[in-house]
Nanobody, 123 residues
Framework: QVQLVESGGGSVQAGGSLRLSCAAY????????MAWFRQPPGKGREGVAA???????NYADSVKGRFTISKDNAKNTLYLQMNTLKPEDTAMYYCAATDFVTTSLSSYDFGYWGQGSQVTVSS
C-alpha cells in the first residue's frame, strides 16, 4: 500500500510562486508514475502534470511554461514548482501514483491518492 502526503500549499498573490511536495511511503520499490491533480471550488478534478519512472512528463495546457513537475527518487518525493500563479490556479491539489508506466492526466489511471493541499491565489 502507498501512502502519499502532500505539503507546501498556502496563500499567495497573483504572480507569485509555490512548491508542492508529495512524500510517498510504500513498502515496495518505486511506483511507475506520479502526477498532480487539482480540484477548483465547485468543479471537477483535473490533471495538472504527470511524470513516469523514465522522467517523461506531461502538462495540462493551462500550466505549460509555468509549472514544473519533478521527482527525487532517493527521497521518494514528488514536487510541483508553480510559478506565475493566477487566481484560476486556486484549488485543492492532490498527489497521485500508479503501478503502471504512464503520463496520463486522467484520474482514472491513478489508484493511489493523497489527502490534498490547498493553494489559494489572490488577485
Amino acid at each position: 500500500q502507498v501512502q502519499l502526503v502532500e505539503s507546501g500549499g498556502g496563500s499567495v498573490q497573483a504572480g507569485g510562486s509555490l512548491r508542492l511536495s508529495c512524500a510517498a511511503y510504500t513498502y515496495s520499490s518505486h511506483y511507475m508514475a506520479m502526477a498532480w491533480f487539482r480540484q477548483p471550488p465547485g468543479k471537477g478534478r483535473e490533471g495538472v502534470a504527470a511524470i513516469d519512472n523514465r522522467g517523461n512528463t506531461n502538462y495540462a495546457d493551462s500550466v505549460k511554461g509555468r509549472f514544473t513537475i519533478s521527482k527525487d527518487n532517493a527521497k521518494n518525493t514528488l514536487y510541483l514548482q508553480m510559478n506565475t500563479l493566477k487566481p484560476e490556479d486556486t484549488a485543492m491539489y492532490y498527489c497521485a501514483a500508479t503501478d503502471f508506466v504512464t503520463t496520463s492526466l486522467s484520474s482514472y489511471d491513478f489508484g493511489y491518492w493523497g489527502q490534498g493541499s490547498q493553494v489559494t491565489v489572490s488577485s
